[in-house]
């Protein structure tokens, strides 16, 4: 008999949003493995993003934070992990003081995140073909997937931002992008 409760039971694993200050996701993600029993949670990580930007009169890839000062945890127990961040130093306060430090991501949100990013949490850059007026007109990776909610392109500085909605509000989300004449 427990048995068939046990299979009848539904276990909903979901994706939550911790809010932090901005440049200190590594901080958190490294003080919550730290402090919160792993039982508690299936994977802590914050989703990052190629961006080509100009150093010293050279281009380089770096990695930058897709939605700086968000944390991703997910778990099939958030009232019991909400309990456990308690425990965090940095949280403490946080989640204490302010009621939506906590977010639920919806399902639509989760599968939009899953479908930009690979297992790494990157979301690398997509190579894109431009026409001679230098309009987009073929896109591969995110680029190509969300090619109809591009809102602006910088070809020069290397990257779309298309509209998306996320926790409640619409946001510009910015992909990284790559010319054929690029290095990889």
């Known amino acids: ?14 994706w939550y949003v911790i809010q932090t200050r901005t ?5 958190l993600i490294t003080m919550i493995k730290q402090i919160v029993p792993k039982e508690y949670y299936e994977e802590c990580f914050y989703i990052k993003r190629e961006r080509f930007r100009k150093v010293g009169g050279e ?4 990695l930058y934070p897709l939605f700086p000062a968000y ?11 909400f309990l456990e961040l308690k425990r965090v130093p940095k949280l403490t306060k946080l989640l204490s003081d ?11 949100e989760e599968m939009f995140l899953r479908s930009v990013q690979d297992e790494e ?27 109809d909610r591009i809102v602006k392109q910088r070809l020069r500085k290397r ?6 909605e996320f926790l409640g509000r619409r946001r510009k989300i910015y992909l990284g992008i790559r010319l054929k004449e690029d290095r990889k």
């Open 71 to 81: 944390v991703f945890v997910v778990t099939d127990d958030p009232q019991r992990l």
């Open 1 to 14: 008999m427990d048995m068939a409760k046990l299979t009848l039971k539904e276990v909903i694993v979901m």
């Open 121 to 147: 949490h990157v979301v690398r850059r997509s190579l894109v073909e431009v026409d001679e007026d230098g309009q987009i007109v073929w896109a591969d990776g995110p680029v190509g997937v969300y090619y």
């Open 98 to 108: 302010q009621q939506d430090s906590f977010f639920c991501v919806e399902e639509d």
């Open 23 to 27: 440049g200190e996701e590594d901080e």
């Open 159 to 164: 990257y779309v931002w298309i509209e998306q």
């Open 59 to 62: 281009y380089d890839v770096d």
